[in-house]
C-alpha cells in the first residue's frame, strides 16, 4: 500500500542525484505509536515540512514560516505528496535543480495522536480539519490543521477541472489548538 502512496513522491525526484530516501526497501522499525518529524527545508523559500506518520507513510505539509507556539497565530500549510518513513531520517542537501533543492534539517520529531473524535484519521482529512496532540522536543500539546477554502480560487480550481478530483484545495492553516488537551 506505501508503495502506491509513494509513487508521486518518486517520480519528482532522480535519486542518482539526490540522497533522499527513495523508500524502496526501507527498514524503518515498527513503532505502536504514530511518529511526527518537523524538517527545516531552505529551499526556494524557507520553511518547515509538518510530516506526521499515517498508513505507511508520512502526510505532508509545506508550513510557512514554520509552528508558532501562539494559538492565535495562522500559518499557511501546503499539502505536499506523501514522502517514505525513512525520510524522518533525512538531513542533508538536496542539490540545486532537484525537486526541494536546499538544505533539510531535522527541527523536532516525536509522537503524535489523533484528538478523540478524530481517531479516523483519512476521514477527518477528507472533512478538512485534523486536531492532534504532538509530543516531541519542541512540539508538546495540541495542534490542529484545516484545509482552507477561499471560494475565489475554489470557484477558479472547479472551472479548469471541472469533473476532476483535483479541485480539492491542497491549502491548510496550521495552529496551536488554544484548547486545553482533550478538551
Known amino acids: 500500500m506505501a508503495t502506491k502512496k509513494l509513487s508521486r513522491y518518486q517520480e519528482m525526484r532522480d535519486?542518482?542525484?539526490?540522497?533522499?530516501?527513495?523508500?524502496?526497501?526501507?527498514?524503518?522499525?515498527?513503532?505502536?505509536?504514530?511518529?511526527?518529524?518537523?524538517?527545516?527545508?531552505?529551499a526556494t523559500r524557507l520553511h518547515y515540512d509538518l510530516r506526521l506518520e499515517h498508513d505507511g507513510v508520512f502526510k505532508s505539509w509545506a508550513v510557512t514560516r514554520g509552528p508558532s507556539f501562539d494559538?492565535?497565530?495562522?500559518?499557511?500549510?501546503?499539502?505536499?505528496?506523501?514522502?517514505?518513513?525513512?525520510?524522518?531520517d533525512f538531513e542533508g542537501t538536496i542539490p540545486k535543480g532537484q525537486y526541494g533543492g536546499g538544505t533539510v534539517q531535522l527541527w523536532d520529531r516525536g509522537y503524535w495522536a489523533p484528538e478523540p473524535g478524530m481517531e479516523d484519521v483519512d476521514k477527518a482529512l477528507a472533512k478538512g480539519e485534523l486536531k492532534f496532540v504532538a509530543e516531541g522536543g519542541r512540539m508538546h500539546g495540541s495542534w490542529v490543521i484545516v484545509r482552507w477554502r477561499d471560494p475565489y480560487r475554489r470557484r477558479l480550481a472547479d472551472d479548469c477541472q471541472r469533473g476532476s478530483h483535483?479541485?480539492?484545495?491542497?491549502?491548510?492553516?496550521?495552529?496551536?489548538?488554544?484548547?486545553?488537551?482533550?478538551?
Open 71 to 88: 494559538p492565535h497565530d495562522k500559518r499557511l500549510a501546503v499539502e505536499v505528496e506523501d514522502h517514505p518513513l525513512d525520510y524522518g
Open 15 to 42: 535519486f542518482e542525484k539526490t540522497a533522499e530516501p527513495s523508500g524502496k526497501g526501507a527498514k524503518v522499525a515498527k513503532s505502536n505509536r504514530r511518529r511526527f518529524v518537523i524538517q527545516k527545508h531552505a
Open 166 to 183: 483535483r479541485s480539492r484545495s491542497r491549502r491548510w492553516r496550521a495552529r496551536r489548538d488554544p484548547r486545553p488537551l482533550g478538551g
